[in-house]
């Protein structure tokens, strides 16, 4: 038995999956000569390509894949890590997504302990805006600490520690419960420095058992279940991140 090489796909679904035609006009185009596959003439619409490995002309003119912006909203659970593949073999967000057909790209990490709110997308340029330093986007974090965080230890929080050389600074500190056990902390932070709030607990003798990122801008986790995502559509981008939108360069048409 014949095999077929694997991303091979119809010329018509080619066309389809670029975006570049529906199904029905695809095999319209086909069948009239109107389609050129790597410089030949191909009007059979059943005929197997790899899309990716092309080149496709419509009408003589260079075709390239329209590409659909997608950007998701993913509650990271704990144990994961953000990469794409692992070398120790440990699970990744990646294997979370199995039905996303679109690859996207994390923006910033949460580290394997962390959960919560991660967004990934396809959009270089929302991502290299989200994590510029200098747009101060607040990513607000539930913080469960070793130890009764008293008062004073919040405002030492507030003012900064040095750590690993540096100075890092929360720019908000909300104890909400605390006991000689331990302690609930909203922290909100602007900044995406490594481990950075496991280190300004480490810095007051109050290790993190548990984190968890619940908003980042006007993005929100809500009531997203670990291993759960959505789409985020276009229009929440732009509400959730106004400056951002007031910026971008407008999509090719």
Do not use: C
């Not at 759960?228 to 959730?240: K, L, T």
Request: net charge positive; glycine share 8%.
């Amino acid at each position: 038995m014949a095999t077929t090489a694997r991303g091979t796909v119809s010329l018509e679904r080619a066309l389809s999956k670029l975006g570049l035609a529906s199904r029905s006009q695809a095999r319209a185009l086909i069948t009239q000569g109107r389609v050129r596959v790597d410089g030949a003439v191909l009007t059979n619409p059943s005929i197997r390509i790899v899309p990716e490995r092309v080149a496709i002309e419509i009408d003589g003119t260079a075709r390239e894949r329209v590409r659909e912006a997608v950007t998701i909203l993913l509650h990271k659970p704990r144990g994961y890590v953000t990469t794409r593949s692992d070398p120790e073999g440990r699970k990744t967000v990646y294997d979370l997504l199995a039905d996303l057909p679109d690859r996207v790209v994390p923006v910033g990490r949460l580290d394997r302990a962390t959960s919560g709110l991660l967004i990934l997308t396809n959009e270089t340029q929302l991502a290299n805006w989200l994590t510029d330093p200098s747009t101060e986007i607040p990513r607000v974090y539930l913080v469960t600490a070793r130890g009764e965080v008293t008062d004073e230890d919040a405002a030492r929080l507030t003012a900064g520690v040095i750590s690993r050389g540096e100075r890092i600074a929360p720019a908000d500190v909300v104890v909400r419960k605390r006991s000689k056990r331990e302690s609930h902390v909203i922290m909100t932070l602007t900044e995406g420095k490594n481990r950075e709030i496991r280190r300004l607990f480490d810095a007051i003798d109050h290790p993190v058992t548990q984190l968890r990122r619940v908003q980042f801008g006007g993005l929100q986790l809500g009531d997203l279940a670990p291993g759960q995502w959505r789409r985020v559509g276009e229009a929440e981008v732009s509400a959730a991140f106004p400056a951002y939108a007031s910026r971008r360069a407008p999509r090719p048409k």
